[in-house]
């Protein structure tokens, strides 16, 4: 039973920051076509916050990936490797009864 709560606790912290890295990309969508004015102080303040939020998990992966150009490609590995975690963590609980 615990092992199955843990399991649930760390699925929500992994599903927030998929939302995060989600929340990041929109944000840089819509400052990078003005869609968004940079001058949005609220706006860049949040942007800022994710940033620092998430940086320190994607800057490692960031090194190890190769240079792609303008696309980066290190949030779509977070939220797999995310994935992949979550469901061992879920199947390791469930085997764990």
Same mark, same amino acid.
């Given at each position: 039973?615990?092992?199955?709560?843990?399991?649930?606790?760390?699925?929500?912290?992994?599903?927030?920051?998929?939302?995060?890295?989600?929340?990041?990309f929109v944000l840089s969508l819509l400052l990078a076509f003005n869609v968004v004015n940079r001058d949005n102080d609220f706006v860049i303040a949040i942007y800022r916050a994710v940033n620092a939020l998430l940086d320190p998990v994607? /800057? #490692?992966?960031?090194? &190890?990936?190769?240079?792609?150009?303008?696309?980066?490609? /290190? #949030?779509?590995?977070? &939220?797999?490797?995310?994935?992949?975690?979550?469901?061992?963590l879920v199947n390791a609980a469930r085997a764990g009864y």
């Amino acid at each position: 039973m615990l092992l199955m709560t843990l399991a649930e606790i760390v699925g929500y912290l992994i599903s927030v920051i998929i939302i995060l890295v989600i929340v990041q990309f929109v944000l840089s969508l819509l400052l990078a076509f003005n869609v968004v004015n940079r001058d949005n102080d609220f706006v860049i303040a949040i942007y800022r916050a994710v940033n620092a939020l998430l940086d320190p998990v994607l /800057s #490692p992966i960031r090194r &190890i990936m190769p240079n792609t150009g303008a696309i980066d490609f /290190s #949030p779509l590995v977070l &939220i797999v490797v995310l994935n992949i975690v979550n469901i061992v963590l879920v199947n390791a609980a469930r085997a764990g009864y």
